[in-house]
């Protein structure tokens, strides 16, 4: 146990916002784009704008609104939330179908991956505490092959989720730092098998500036039930992949629109928990 096991947690916008700007800014990223495709994409983005603006008249105070907004966004560290629940659903869309893939289908990473977690065996079970444990558990297992179905053994499978209050560890305070978060190793033939907790439907922060966007416009912060994931091998495509639950809450209108049907999974209750089974198939690198 540790000194943080049973804290009250009451985490904000403001914390998860901020931490996530922390740790996206920590990797500073840069791009090769040439002047010419910038000029390209600079020019049809102010003119989407421009179109926008003048669709809707906006006004001067819609105008003052907006720059308010984008201020506050800053402030509250929510640009990574904002971005990954409304716009990364496209690009992933779009780096998806620049290949030929036929292996499992992709999904959004969103704000809250962390690389490094630790190493479980095949057949483990995730860092949890007692609260997490007292919750339904979650089978979750499977087979990682390549396209002709031959297992791969030594795989990694990058496992995070948030808790039954819908909180990420290092993203909220007062949970252990990697708490429902870690890498299983497939066995010789590809296996894994992990416990974990079944994972509730999930309300993105939204007592900030993301939050108030939704609200400006009568929608709804809400995620389905999910298990994020990346899976690697050497030599293969690297997937960053989400799954969801069959049946389950905001499966069909996710916020974040990230649900592909291909995603689903379909539980199956026993006794000790619900189980699922999944096949990850990876792509050559190319
Ligand atoms: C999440 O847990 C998430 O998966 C996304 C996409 C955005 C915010 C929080
Ligand atoms: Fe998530």
Request: net charge negative; with cysteine; hydrophobic share 30%.
């Amino acid at each position: 146990m540790t000194s943080v096991e049973n804290q009250t947690v009451d985490p904000t916008a403001h914390d998860s916002g901020n931490k996530a700007t922390e740790k996206f800014k920590a990797n500073r990223v840069s791009s090769d784009t040439s002047k010419e495709r910038a000029n390209a994409i600079y020019t049809d983005l102010l003119a989407a704008i421009a179109e926008v603006a003048h669709k809707h008249e906006i006004t001067y105070e819609e105008y003052a609104v907006l720059k308010q907004w984008m201020i506050d966004v800053g402030e509250y560290g929510e640009w990574p939330l904002w971005l990954d629940v409304f716009v990364e659903h496209e690009i992933e869309e779009i780096n998806y179908n620049r290949h030929d893939y036929t292996g499992t289908k992709g999904s959004i990473e969103g704000p809250y991956y962390v690389e490094n977690s630790p190493k479980l065996p095949w057949d483990g079970e995730m860092p949890m505490r007692d609260k997490d444990k007292a919750c339904t558990p979650l089978i979750f297992e499977g087979q990682v092959t390549d396209l002709d179905g031959n297992g791969l053994g030594g795989a990694e499978i990058e496992l995070w989720h948030a808790d039954e209050d819908g909180f990420y560890s290092q993203f909220a305070p007062g949970i252990p730092e990697w708490n429902l978060r870690g890498t299983i190793v497939t066995d010789e033939e590809g296996r894994y098998k992990i416990k974990t907790l079944q994972p509730a439907p999930y309300q993105i922060p939204h007592d900030g500036p993301t939050g108030w966007f939704i609200e400006s416009y009568g929608g709804h912060p809400w995620r389905p039930a999910h298990l994020h994931l990346r899976v690697s091998h050497p030599g293969y495509r690297t997937i960053t992949t989400q799954l969801y639950f069959e049946g389950g809450d905001y499966v069909e209108n996710d916020v974040a629109t990230a649900v592909k049907p291909e995603l689903v999974l379909h539980p199956e209750a026993t006794g000790d928990g619900n189980h699922v089974h999944y096949p990850f198939v990876l792509d050559k690198e190319n």
